[in-house]
């Protein structure tokens, strides 16, 4: 995705119900090095958003990553059983 930002060079919208990611790689100011932005928009008004953003820098890709990995499998193995004890909860097959 083309921007008209100098300092964007990559954009990643994933919409989630109420809330937006955008996964954004920037350059720096000298634009000899990058980062990426991680920003939660979700609305809450009309025309009102609240936003949170996490700057991650390429020294902390990979930690991220594996990390990230790591949690998700927890969540996907640990958490989702496949039986709830709670109403309406949908359950998942555990790997």
Do not use: C, W
């Amino acid at each position: 995705m083309e921007t008209n930002y100098k300092d964007e060079i990559f954009t990643k919208r994933v919409r989630a119900g109420k809330r937006t990611y955008f996964f954004d790689v920037k350059s720096t100011k000298s634009e000899k090095d990058f980062y990426i932005t991680i920003t939660e928009s979700k609305r809450i008004g009309e025309e009102e958003y609240e936003k949170h953003k996490i700057f991650l820098y390429k020294e902390d890709f990979e930690k991220f990553r594996d990390a990230l990995s790591e949690t998700v499998e927890h969540v996907r193995g640990q958490l989702l059983l496949t039986q709830s004890s709670e109403p309406g909860l949908v359950a998942e097959k555990q790997l």
